[in-house]
């Protein structure tokens, strides 16, 4: 089936809202848009949570837009502009609502806490008004969430009625300082941190089954809920129990996500390595039943914050992930004039043959390949803080480890997998048993990781006696200040920087581990050991990094060669993964489908590049198609020798090539 576009657009309330919606539709009609989500009162016309005239205004609205667009022949779905509330950005409460409290104290303005029972019964009545007109979706914002609501340092969730829950949970009174400070205590996880976030789930649950009951009432089951969501690891932060909010959000067994994914405005091509790996992991957390619709949006909200190449590149994104629809914010909010902006439809028109060629493959459950990331959602709830007091060094996730990886030409998928990469704190997230099983593989450790596996016990299965970590402000008299790692190869000695690493890990290799770099310090002393290869005794492979934050090592030819080595050490005697080469920031995507495998390749830079596909077998008789910005996709020629497979024709940036075979 063709590629769908839902288009977002705000219509303005009075008494030309239905010259509004008619303008719309006829926009739709020549874009080729095929559901409209409309939004009311929001950003510049937002004036804080609406109630009494101003609600019922919206609401009239709501009823207009949607006779006229339906007339039309397009689907609507409404998207409320807010639930707890965005941000204050000068904004006030006037219904009396319990504000937001953040870590350090700040009061929100116009933020509601998910403990406030005015506010919990003014969104279930709001959202039932909404039903009862029978939208397709009611979409809950981003901003059902505790973090990310400014002016409030880090969010909120420390509100009296929230730390009343927390001191019913652990059997005493908790202030707001008491929470913090045990919540971000270095050292071993305080109980207390579990018990707060036990509380955020809850909350949150309960507003969301009192969402989906009054919906699901009031729309007479015709309505579904849908969720935007953002990043993973500041969401864990919050305790966020995935599986159960879509199971609570369901109505007759359908839900909608939106998952974030891309920028909001012009980013460098290689940022899609960000996106390919935010969809992966959203896909693999979402329930399969779940219907999905990515955000590409563009803010401030003006065709001069996002270039149609940018938006084109990460609509195909979006479709290469299996996506059921494009959810699209591309009008200015406030403009209220769909056809003042014709370049929106030829952008729409123009991207279509692409998306339509992604979407006429037969992937909708494709399997995605690659390097695994494993991840646990409550991954927050096991990370050891080193400084205290601050809630964002909870939040981690694999997405350096993704950034590193797909930026070298590394595919990736959501974990495990028979190869797998585990980086920083997420080496606290799983259990003796897991790290075992993961250790049994092959595995690829920064240093962080493996200081942490060898202060659980580990070591051994490291091929790593000591793993001490170094910060750059340190200043050992010896040797020195690390700058270099050096690598001998036969057309001589490669020299990579570490020189802007936070942090390395001092490895202290076994006698059989292999040790493949040397880090020196300025002056040509040795340092030590830049990465370990070793095969333990349960038969896995271990690569070991010394560099903390790998995805800020500086990226080049030599060093992808390195990656790609230690990648085809770790996949053993049973190589299978396509490493991609030829230009920087050639991001890929490899797949299985129902008729074989799909890998597909974006150019994150600047420059033309011509693909190459490093194959552990004899290279696989591919079909090659060249997916350009805003253009017809076309027959590429390739050339194979005879394990690698080379593209005859430049990949333009942001381009994607896609190829396939049995």
Avoid at 102 to 118: E, I, K, L
Wanted: proline share 9%; net charge negative; aromatic share 8%.
């Amino acid at each position: 089936m063709p590629a769908r576009y839902h288009l977002r657009f705000q219509l303005h309330p009075g008494p030309d809202a239905a010259a509004q919606a008619a303008e719309l539709a006829k926009f739709c009609g020549e874009a080729g848009v095929d559901e409209v989500v409309l939004l009311l009162g929001a950003e510049e016309l937002y004036d804080g949570h609406p109630g009494g005239p101003a609600e019922d205004l919206l609401v009239e609205t709501a009823v207009t837009g949607l006779g006229v667009l339906r007339e039309a022949g397009l689907e609507v779905s409404l998207n409320p502009w807010v639930t707890a509330g965005h941000a204050d950005r000068g904004r006030a409460d006037r219904l009396g609502f319990a504000p937001m409290v953040a870590p350090d104290g700040t009061v929100a303005a116009a933020q509601a806490s998910f403990a406030c029972p005015r506010w919990r019964a003014w969104i279930a009545a709001h959202y039932a008004r909404y039903a009862a007109l029978g939208f397709r979706v009611l979409w809950l914002e981003d901003d059902f969430r505790y973090h990310n609501h400014a002016p409030l340092p880090w969010g909120g969730g420390f509100e009296p009625p929230m730390l009343e829950r927390l001191a019913e949970l652990v059997g005493e009174p908790v202030t707001r300082e008491q929470a913090v400070a045990a919540v971000t205590a270095p050292g071993p996880p305080h109980p207390w941190r579990a018990q707060l976030q036990q509380v955020w789930r809850t909350a949150q649950l309960e507003v969301a089954e009192e969402l989906a009951a009054a919906v699901a009432r009031h729309s007479g089951g015709r309505s579904r809920l849908g969720l935007m969501s953002s990043m993973l690891g500041v969401a864990s932060v919050e305790g966020r129990d995935w599986p159960a909010l879509f199971d609570t959000l369901a109505i007759g067994g359908r839900v909608a996500h939106r998952p974030h994914f891309a920028g909001y405005s012009d980013q460098p091509g290689r940022e899609l390595s960000f996106s390919v790996w935010m969809l992966e992991q959203q896909r693999a957390l979402r329930p399969a039943w779940a219907g999905s619709e990515p955000e590409i949006e563009n803010w401030p909200h003006t065709a001069w914050s996002k270039s149609d190449t940018q938006t084109w590149s990460e609509l195909v994104t979006a479709q290469l992930a299996g996506s059921d629809a494009l959810f699209l914010n591309l009008h200015p909010m406030h403009s209220g004039r769909a056809q003042r902006y014709p370049g929106i439809a030829r952008l729409l028109r123009r991207s279509r043959p692409a998306l339509d060629f992604v979407a006429a493959e037969p992937a909708g459950a494709f399997e995605s390949l690659g390097v695994g990331l494993p991840f646990r959602q409550d991954a927050a709830a096991h990370v050891r803080t080193r400084r205290g007091g601050d809630l964002a060094e909870l939040a981690v996730d694999p997405g350096p480890a993704a950034d590193f990886l797909l930026r070298y030409g590394v595919p990736v998928t959501a974990g495990p997998a028979r190869v797998n990469a585990l980086f920083g704190q997420l080496a606290w997230a799983f259990a003796d048993a897991e790290v075992e099983r993961l250790l049994s593989g092959g595995l690829l450790l920064d240093g962080a990781a493996a200081a942490i596996l060898v202060e659980r016990g580990f070591g051994p299965l490291l091929g790593i006696e000591a793993a001490e970590l170094v910060e750059r402000d340190q200043h050992p008299a010896v040797p020195g200040p690390y700058a270099v790692e050096r690598c001998p190869t036969a057309d001589g000695e490669i020299w990579l920087s570490v020189n802007l690493q936070p942090a390395l890990a001092r490895l202290s290799p076994v006698p059989d581990a292999t040790v493949t770099t040397l880090v020196t310090t300025p002056d040509g002393r040795p340092w030590g050991p830049g990465r370990c290869h070793y095969t333990n005794e349960l038969g896995g492979r271990v690569a070991v990094l010394a560099a903390t934050a790998p995805e800020q090592l500086p990226f080049d030819d030599d060093g992808q060669r390195l990656l790609h080595a230690t990648v085809r050490f770790l996949e053993g005697e049973r190589p299978e993964l396509p490493l991609v080469s030829g230009g920087p920031h050639l991001v890929p995507h490899f797949v299985r489908t129902a008729s074989g495998h799909r890998l597909a390749v974006a150019n994150g830079s600047a420059d033309p590049a011509r693909p190459r596909v490093d194959f552990p077998g004899a290279a696989p008789d591919a079909r090659a198609t060249l997916l350009c910005p805003l253009a017809e996709p076309t027959t590429a020629a390739v050339a194979t020798d005879p394990a690698v497979l080379t593209v005859d024709t430049a990949l333009p940036h942001r381009g994607w090539l896609l190829l396939h075979w049995a």
